[in-house]
């Protein structure tokens, strides 16, 4: 079965820093990859996501993420961020040969500072 | 376009009741699956369905079940509660059974067993 790591569980930033997020997965076949946000008291939302073709996926709000299949990662990046991503942030693998269900990292909390 | 809706927000249930959580899957969005979210596990996967059919079924004891009916709407049904399914309980759509979408999830009914 596929798991999902998400190493940082908090991280706190001032604004107009940048962000990068670690995910890494077990799993040795074909996998889909997917970021989701959850800011506060909302759903999660698809912020970007990774089927084939460029390892570099960019998704909306300014956020990209880079598909390293040697390394088994996918990590989240934003240049610059703005106190409005202060959110909670998922990365999620779904296995090709296993349905559409995903396993999800336990999810890094991001607090920007003003 | 209406998202995910799902009914009813807040529950309160006792131990040892039986609770029906319904989803409306984004209109045209066939495939529909439900997640559990607690602080201590994370995000673990329920069902999935498709065209009335379970598709796949996470690692959750029989109490959990689910259907889909022939217009896409979903429920999920806890049989004889305990404390540990206190939980929000997440509904997902997307339109078709194939892996190149990204889920669409609802705001999530939130479920108090006491």
């Known amino acids: 079965a596929q798991s999902v790591s998400q190493h940082n569980h908090h991280v706190i930033l001032s604004e107009a820093a940048s962000l990068e997020l670690g995910c890494n997965y077990s799993?040795?076949?074909?996998?889909?990859l997917f970021w989701y946000v959850q800011y506060p008291g909302q759903h999660l939302q698809l912020l970007l996501k990774y089927f084939s073709g460029d390892p570099l996926v960019k998704g909306i709000k300014g956020f990209e993420a880079e598909f390293i299949k040697s390394k088994f990662s996918f990590n989240l990046r934003k240049p610059s961020v703005q106190w409005s991503d202060t959110a909670e942030y998922f990365c999620?693998?779904?296995?090709?040969?296993?349905?559409?269900?995903?396993?999800f990292g336990g999810g890094t909390r991001l607090m920007v500072k003003p | 376009k209406a998202g995910v809706t799902q009914t009813p927000r807040y529950l309160i249930k006792t131990r040892g009741q039986q609770v029906t959580l319904s989803c409306s899957p984004i209109?045209?969005?066939?495939?529909v699956s439900w997640y559990q979210q607690t602080p201590g596990q994370g995000l673990q996967f329920l069902f999935e369905y498709f065209s009335e059919t379970q598709r796949n079924k996470g690692n959750f004891p029989g109490r959990f079940s689910g259907r889909q009916f022939s217009n896409s709407r979903s429920e999920m049904n806890v049989s004889t509660l305990e404390l540990g399914d206190s939980a929000l309980y997440l509904c997902?759509?997307?339109?078709?059974?194939?892996?190149?979408?990204?889920?669409?999830f609802g705001s999530g009914t939130r479920l108090t067993v006491v």
């Open positions: 209109s045209g969005h066939r495939s």
């Open positions: 999620a693998v779904n296995a090709v040969n296993a349905g559409n269900m995903l396993t």
């Open positions: 997902a759509s997307k339109p078709g059974a194939g892996p190149d979408y990204g889920y669409t």
């Open positions: 799993y040795g076949g074909t996998v889909n």
